[in-house]
């Protein structure tokens, strides 16, 4: 019968029924019955046999296509039904975001707008920053060149001298007068003489005034209190020290024609050297100590 190679298997079996006698006469018979094919045979036989297994599959495939086609068409089915669910709420959501954008874009434009301001406000105090520190810069320069003849600063400058001296001695005062008696003939200079002098200084040109190193200011007096001569609030004692900063060629000429100058050497017990008057090139006069300053207010402040 034939195996699954499609050879013939021979069975020889002695006339008698039993198998033949002899391994070696059975091997041969089965060597011949093995090769007793042809080689293209075999080949062919061997095609059809692997032209079958791939029929197999080809055919599992055409039973597994129908599935495929429905498993594709239930999910395109079930994305469909998902994008019709979907659609009103998408619509929903851009409507918002749409809203949203429009809400936001109006809000930047109002912050641009508020920028715009803002920035020209800006400018606005800058500039009038710039004008401020011109004129506060012009305003000090102003304080600083006035500091000077104003009392507020040392002066220095070519000037002169004006010394008054009084008699050796001299009476006492009267108790009922503050001022000293200075008409007898060893009467003391008072406040007024001095006085007298230096307002002749500042008619003749003088610039800065010292009196025994205190300054004098628009807002110093020469007066007395009791036997003591004062000026603003500093008492001072003969001999008397005016030093002027101003132009000696002025000054000098000026004070010494001045009738406080004859009066004052002219008169009864006068020393000889009661007033000199001397040129110098180089004086400096300190600085007034600073005022203080009152300001009027109203009644309802």
């Known amino acids: 019968m034939p195996d699954v190679h499609g050879r013939t298997r021979l069975t020889t079996r002695a006339s008698g029924g039993s198998p033949l006698a002899g391994g070696a006469a059975a091997t041969v018979l089965e060597r011949i019955v093995a090769d007793a094919l042809e080689p293209a045979y075999a080949r062919d ?4 046999r692997g032209a079958g297994r791939r029929g197999g599959g080809w055919a599992r495939r055409l039973l597994l296509l129908p599935l495929t086609l429905l498993l594709a068409g239930l999910l395109v089915a079930v994305s469909v039904r998902q994008a019709v669910d979907d659609a009103p709420s998408r619509e929903r959501l851009r409507a918002r975001l749409s809203a949203e954008y429009e809400a936001r874009s109006t809000h930047r434009d109002g912050l641009a707008s508020s920028v715009a301001v803002l920035r020209s406000a800006t400018e606005g105090l800058v500039n009038r920053r710039r004008t401020a520190d011109g004129l506060w810069a012009v305003a000090n320069a102003e304080i600083d060149a006035l500091a000077a003849p104003a009392g507020l600063a040392p002066a220095r400058g070519p000037g002169a001298r004006v010394t008054l001296v009084d008699p050796s001695a ?10 000293p ?12 003489d001095l006085a007298d002098m230096v307002n002749a200084l500042w008619a003749t040109g003088a610039e800065a005034i010292a009196v025994n190193g205190v300054r004098l200011t628009a807002l110093s007096a020469v007066r007395a209190a009791g036997d003591t001569i004062l000026v603003g609030l500093s008492p001072v ?34 020393p000889p050297n009661a007033v000199t008057v001397a040129r110098l090139d180089d004086v400096t006069v300190p600085a007034a100590p600073s005022p203080s300053l009152r300001y009027a207010r109203g009644s309802g402040s």
């Open 45 to 48: 036989s061997d095609a059809a």
């Open 181 to 192: 008696t200075a008409q007898g003939p060893d009467g003391r200079l008072a406040d007024h």
């Open 237 to 270: 004692a003969a001999p008397y020290v005016v030093d002027v900063v101003g132009d000696p060629d002025t000054i000098v000429p000026g004070v010494t024609a001045a009738a406080v100058t004859l009066r004052l050497r002219t008169r009864m017990g006068a």
């Open 170 to 179: 001299g009476p006492p005062a009267d108790a009922g007068n503050p001022r």
